[in-house]
């Protein structure tokens, strides 16, 4: 069994509940991904077509940067992957730290939290951002239990 990583972004810390959960279940590492300019409630407001995720989220090549880090990504074999659904998709953020590092050969298993919607067209989105990686669906964790997480782990 090869070392794992949970590796996510949560703008407002519904997802990063989900990640430790799921970090433990399966005695991975955590990493935050971390925007270099975090997002303010204003920024979030997906009502405002000018608010910062609207904009970001309405030019799908946009790249918001992330904060620098020292993560080795060479040293795990599996990342669990979670995020926010925004717009029907993962948020370009996602994108960024999928292109700041070399995923290929790896198993990405993406899991969510999300006010409704599902993933979409979240893979096809992002597999153009980790070339040479296999990116595979997971679930949605919307009020998951840590039973629950630690049956999903069980599974990957």
Known sequence: MGKKLVAYF???GTTKKAAEMIAESA????FEITPKVAYTKADLNWMDKKSRSSVEMGDKTFRPEIAASDIDIAAYDEIILGFPIWWYVAPTIVNTFLEAYDFSGKKIVLFATS???GFGNTV?????SAPG???KEGKLMN????????EWVKTL
Do not use: F, H, N, V
């Open 10 to 12: 949560s703008a407002g």
């Open 143 to 150: 009020g998951a239990s840590a039973r629950e997480i630690s």
């Open 133 to 135: 990686a296999l990116i």
């Open 27 to 30: 005695e991975a590492d955590l």
């Open 124 to 128: 096809r989105e992002l597999q153009p």
């Open 115 to 117: 006010g409704g919607s």
